[in-house]
Structure formats: structure tokens, C-alpha cells
């Protein structure tokens, strides 16, 4: 079976461009999420869509970062403009839905700033 | 809210000997737990998990945890660490919103 998939894994960019990140859950999964991970802040959520509809989203930084889930096998996060402190690893995890197990991560997009 | 304390940041431990990663948690209403691990470079993989039944759960690479309801405690344990076993350890809970809480992380480093 395929596991979450995410694009890119890898992004170089510079400050003021827009990035975006994409996400392929696991199919059949209702629960999507994405974390940021860094050595400073370590692993938070960011924004938490249950049935492709935002639940939590009060881990996004500020009004530059937006996510959407159009479908149940899409999302995306989107940072315009990007500055360096973006600079992190991007997970999307899936769970098939509300109490009923794990978290399913990716295996991330790397983001660096310049 | 939930919340989840992983006492120890970073581990060093020899090859072969035993280890125990500890995990405190808080919670008003019933949790599910976890432990996973993160490779270098690499996404977080399920070590094991607690829904429900025994108390003693056991997990892949070895790895098993103990429930403790009473001390609000999951720490997870192996018995003789190999040097495939370095990497960061969370522990997690989820509650019945299918909100998931994360430890800090501790970092598990076998000495050769």
C-alpha cells in the first residue's frame, strides 16, 4: 500500500517567493495534518482538516501560511512570502479518522530559505 | 488539553545494555498512546501503540511500553539496544477528538 506521499522533498528558495508543499494522504483516511519540524521548536502542528474540513488551524504562524484540502486526496500548504525563518521540515500524516488509531506520516518536505 | 512530558532529552546508552525512555502525560479524558521513532532524515514511524487491554504493550525492533493509568506514565523500554537503534523517540497521545499531542522528543544515542 502507499503511505502518505508528499512533494517536494526538497526546496531551495528565496525570501519573499511563494512555496508550496503538496500532500497525498492514504486513501481511505478522513484525518489529515500537517506538522513543522525544527530543531528549536521541535514538532508542531500547523493545521488539522477532519473530512477535508480545516478543524484546528490556530498552529498556523500567521497570514502567510494558508492550507487547503480540496478533495480527500489533496492538500497543500502554501507560504507567501516565504522568509528564512519558514526554514523547517514539512510533515503531512493521515489517520483514518476520529479515535480510531496512529498518525501515518510522510516523509517530509524539507524547506530552506535563503 | 492534553499534554505529553518526555523527561529525558537525550539518552546515551551502551550497546546491549538495557534502556528506558520516559513519557508523562495529562489528560482529562480517556488518551490513546504512542511511541514513535525518527530516523535521520527521515518521517516518524510507529513503534507501538496503547488503545486499550493490557497494559504491557509490546512493538516492532524489540520495543515495548507499560501503561500506567494511575501515574499517568508511558515509558518505553528494550532490553539490549543495538546501534541501529539511535534515533529521536517521541511519545504522543490522541484524544477522543483525534487531536494528537507530542513530546518533546528524546534523543536515543547507542554507544558503540
Known amino acids: 500500500d502507499a503511505g502518505v506521499i508528499q512533494s517536494p522533498r526538497h526546496e531551495v528558495t528565496e525570501m519573499g517567493q511563494e512555496v508550496t508543499l503538496r500532500c497525498k494522504p492514504i486513501?481511505?483516511?478522513?484525518?489529515l495534518f500537517w506538522y513543522r519540524q525544527t530543531m528549536m521548536r521541535g514538532l508542531e502542528l500547523l493545521i488539522y482538516?477532519?473530512?477535508?474540513?480545516?478543524?484546528?488551524d490556530s498552529g498556523m504562524p500567521e497570514d502567510r501560511f494558508s492550507a487547503k484540502m480540496p478533495n480527500a486526496s489533496f492538500s497543500t500548504l502554501k507560504i507567501q512570502p516565504s522568509e528564512p525563518r519558514d526554514s523547517a521540515v514539512y510533515f503531512c500524516?493521515?489517520?483514518?479518522?476520529?479515535?480510531?488509531?496512529?498518525?501515518?506520516f510522510g516523509e517530509g518536505s524539507r524547506l530552506t530559505v535563503l | 488539553a492534553q499534554s505529553v512530558t518526555q523527561l529525558d532529552s537525550q539518552v546515551p546508552v551502551f550497546e546491549e545494555a538495557p534502556v528506558e525512555l520516559r513519557c508523562n502525560y495529562s489528560?482529562?479524558?480517556?488518551?490513546?498512546l504512542f511511541w514513535y521513532v525518527q530516523y535521520p532524515n527521515q518521517g516518524l514511524q510507529l513503534l507501538l501503540k496503547y488503545l486499550s487491554g493490557s497494559t504491557l504493550v509490546k512493538g516492532i525492533n524489540g520495543f515495548e511500553a507499560e501503561f500506567n493509568k494511575s501515574q499517568t506514565s508511558f515509558h518505553l523500554r528494550k532490553p539490549s539496544v543495538h546501534i541501529s537503534d539511535t534515533a529521536e523517540y517521541f511519545c504522543?497521545?490522541?484524544?477522543?477528538?483525534?487531536?494528537?499531542?507530542f513530546g518533546t522528543g528524546t534523543s536515543l544515542t547507542v554507544i558503540p
Open positions: 482538516f477532519n473530512n477535508n474540513v480545516p478543524i484546528d
Open positions: 500524516a493521515s489517520s483514518p479518522g476520529q479515535y480510531t488509531g496512529e498518525l501515518f
Open positions: 504522543a497521545v490522541s484524544d477522543p477528538g483525534n487531536q494528537f499531542y
Open positions: 486513501s481511505g483516511h478522513n484525518s
Open positions: 489528560s482529562s479524558v480517556s488518551v490513546y
